[in-house]
């Protein structure tokens, strides 16, 4: 292939995740055809998708790369600095390291529309998003549990585990429910914000999620029997 081809080829490969990262955002994964993403690409061949990336799935991997790629970097950076054995700081320092790579995407092309994207993934029940990264750019997640648990030692494993996970899903929500709003042009609450009084607010709200005690209260008769139509409600 000349070098010619192979710009133009880069350019497409380029244009396509872009458009893809971007109707993803806005509508959903399972809502946009490959088709579309061509159309709204401007590419003639309705195949151009199947060949430059195979499938829809590697077409996602393909977006989160070198996201992911730069975030892992940026995560385990923050990591190295963090002293275990000072809990507060540690925490708060545990807090930023799982926020501002996310935080930092907005400072870039398309930042926006792929943290939207990523929340779309992340929420979509026949995808699993860790799978798609698993073995690439996952070494600063993996690293932020350990050192969880270093900070949080009085606390079990299934305990930090538990909370990680809630803090992740707030996390993903929290910056795409901001950008969402502010792409509608709102600017109220938290679309209001400046954003680095949003991550203040946030990284507070992590550490304080992190080193909440633990309840020893066990779910009374009504409770169990409430939780089934409760998680009914939630699927419909």
């Not at 490969?13 to 806005?26: G, K």
């Not at 499938?55 to 990591?79: D, H």
């Not at 429910?177 to 509608?184: F, N, S, Y």
């Amino acid at each position: 292939m000349t070098p010619r081809k192979t710009d133009k080829s880069a350019r497409t490969r380029h244009n396509l995740i872009a458009t893809a990262e971007r109707l993803f955002a806005v509508h959903g994964i399972d809502a946009v055809s490959l088709n579309r993403i061509a159309r709204e690409a401007r590419q003639r061949n309705a195949s151009v998708i199947q060949y430059h990336f195979g499938t829809k799935g590697a077409l996602i991997a393909a977006i989160f790369e070198p996201r992911l790629k730069q975030a892992n970097q940026r995560r385990i950076e923050l990591l190295s600095r963090i002293d275990t054995s000072d809990r507060a700081e540690g925490l708060r320092r545990l807090a930023r390291a799982m926020v501002l790579p996310m935080a930092e995407h907005l400072g870039q092309e398309g930042g926006s529309n792929y943290i939207r994207f990523a929340r779309q993934v992340y929420s979509n029940p026949r995808l699993e998003m860790f799978d798609l990264i698993r073995g690439r750019h996952n070494s600063g997640m993996r690293d932020a549990r350990w050192v969880a648990q270093e900070i949080l030692s009085d606390l079990s494993m299934t305990v930090v585990r538990h909370r990680l996970d809630l803090v992740t899903n707030l996390i993903f929500h929290s910056f795409a429910d901001r950008e969402t709003m502010r792409a509608a042009g709102k600017r109220t609450g938290v679309a209001g914000m400046e954003t680095d009084e949003f991550i203040a607010d946030l990284t507070a709200m992590i550490v304080s999620a992190l080193d909440a005690p633990v309840s020893d209260r066990k779910p009374d008769e009504k409770t169990e029997s409430a939780t089934p139509a409760r998680r009914a409600a939630s699927t419909t």
